[in-house]
């Protein structure tokens, strides 16, 4: 535990200007980003004596061991760089908002040529047009269900649409009159585009008018005597009428505003967010946050407004945003949004009226969500403290193993040999630490091998870091020892030797108080296997020099716990909370080799030689396969013929010509019962005219199963 008098700048030091300030602990990684009016204030607040500050200051200050600032112009900017540093540090002790799922928007693609209607989660993209979020996808899909009468938009995939054009024949939503069918030319790309903004007006709020317009051609229908056109009018009427009161209305000047409550109490907060558009609540959703610090209601509402709008522009911001509490000062965020939304945004309390009922509404939900999360994470901490400790009892460890990595090898029979290394921390995924590892060493198919290259690999990187911030030097002992014959890795030379090439899941950041790569060794190390691989495990650690680390490993036959120089496994009741801890462990590990392990197959099934040419992208491969056909009629054209294609000059021809030559096949394929030369087309492994890769079929059928 430092003293924060140790690393306290002198007050004449600290600029009395705006500006971003952080704290950085013993290894130079950043706990914790704030801003301020004024640097010089708001540090001295940190280094005032320990037993004035919140317990959770204290512990973030005393964890630190430096800190550093960075002066700006204006508050606004000293909001904009607090943000960005945030997302990119992720600060231990900064608040940080859990949200509780991955909510599902209803999207319309318009920066396709025919504008597709679907459900979509994650990222926003730029060209499609989001509405929601919404609580569930069924919820979406019945409401698009209803707007498709009216709105015949495409809903269909792009390998559904292009079926569809090959053959002529549209799919089901188009016989029943459901989707206008475009993929075989009923509308064209300019109405179909129309339709779809149709669609997204009338799910911006803008009802009225197309409601009015279907009244009025339904009675013009009926007065002459078109029955049947009247009565299809009155039942899209209908659909739009049901559609519309799936979302209530709670605002009756048809208000854009997005509604933030907070309940909180000392160690949690809950955010509930209400998106109202066109006076409808269109969307609704929640995170959970810890308080790791002394922060006010103001403060937590400021962190929501920049999680919800730190990456949104135009409409996505709205006109209107109401919170329980204005953060303090509100002006710098106020411009922060206006900026955002590009035009002025309203940022207040509601006193009275529709807005302040709604807003109590939005509480309640804020308190109740908070309630059913401190309910189940109370079974859910219970449950795992129980795990870790029985863990810890099974395998005679000295404390619960609250980091615990697991490790696995997956390959197809020796082919594409990869390793996973997944990290639970407290009993939870940390998907942010999971890596990933090619087995180059040697090849085939050796699984205690490739274990103990892995372990080598992994640990040996540990070493490094450890080297880098100075917490280990060369014959320091057992916690720095090398191998016989290695040597100390320092500098750039702690990612050579076989270890440069290392796949990473997640960024690869660098030590300048960014998360690094493999810095934080586990308590237990598991791996996927019996005694051979627990034996090879254990046998790189002892070469490194590490002896503070646990190994077992967990053998899927009969879910037995094998731990080094022990003749027999440790057996857990079937019942145990420790045994099923182990197996979640143990199967996200395997999950997560085999879908790299799946990945790098279908890249290699879909290489090319023209992978192979320096300097040519998708965009000519794909015009050199259109214009030939194939490979094989490229492979037999002549550098003035390759030259025809566009955006291929003379040099490239020759370099295109000589890679193609280098990877010309030794003989022509034989067929051994009639003795005839094969002459099939190479398989257009660029992924052809359509863009669309070929594969080389099943390889699971062909070669045998998956480890």
Known sequence: MADPSSYRPRPGDIPDTPGVYRFRDEHRRVIYVGKAKSLRQRLANYFQDLANLHPRTRTMVTTAASVEWTVVSTEVEALQLEYSWIKEYDPRFNVKYRDDKSYPYLAVTMNEEFPRVQVMRGHKKKGVRYFGPYAHAWAIRDTVDLMLRVFPVRTCSAGVFKNASRTGRPCLLGYIGKCSAPCVGRISPEDHRELAEEFCDFMAGRTGTYLRRLERQMMEAAEEMEYERAARLRDDVGALKKAMEKNAVVLADATDADLI????????????????????????????????????????????????????????????????????????????????????????????????????????????????????????????????????????????????????????????????????????????????????????????????????????????????????????????????GDTALTGPDAITRGLEEDVVDGSLKDDDGRPKKFAYPPQLVVVDGGRPQVAAARRALDELGIDDIAVCGLAKRLEEVWVPDEEDPVVLPRTSEGLYLLQRVRDEAHRFAITYQRTKRAKRFRSSPLDDVPGLGETRKQALIKHFGSVKKLRSATIEQIQEVPGIGRKTAETIAVALLRAAPAAPAVNTATGEIIEDEEPDTTGGSSGEPVTAGAPDERRGQET
């Open 261 to 484: 409550a907070v309940a909180e109490d000392e160690l949690e907060a809950a955010v509930q967010i209400f998106h109202v558009r066109g006076g409808r609540v269109r969307g609704q959703r929640g995170w959970v946050t810890d308080k790791v610090e002394e922060v006010t209601t103001g403060a937590l509402v400021e962190h929501a407004l920049q999680q919800l709008y730190g990456e949104e522009t135009g409409d996505a911001v709205p006109k209107e945003v109401l919170v329980p509490a204005l953060p303090e000062p509100v002006d710098p965020v106020q411009e922060w949004l206006t900026a955002r939304r590009g035009s002025s945004v309203s940022l207040r309390i509601p006193q009275r009226g529709d807005k302040k009922a709604l807003m109590e509404t939005v509480q309640r939900n804020a308190q109740q969500s908070l309630a059913l999360h401190k309910t189940k994470r109370a079974s859910d901490l219970t449950t795992r403290s129980r795990a870790l400790e029985e863990i810890a009892e099974a395998l005679d460890l000295d404390s619960a193993p609250l980091r615990i990595e697991c490790y696995d090898i997956s390959h197809l029979q020796g082919d594409d040999v990869v390793a996973s290394m997944v990290v639970f921390e407290d009993g939870l995924q940390r998907k942010s630490e999971y890596r990933r590892f090619q087995i180059k060493g040697f090849a085939g198919q050796d699984d205690v091998r490739s274990m103990h290259e892995v372990i080598t690999r992994r640990f040996r990187r540990y070493l490094a870091e450890k080297e880098k911030t100075g917490e280990w030097t060369e014959g320091s002992g057992a916690d720095g020892a090398l191998a016989d």
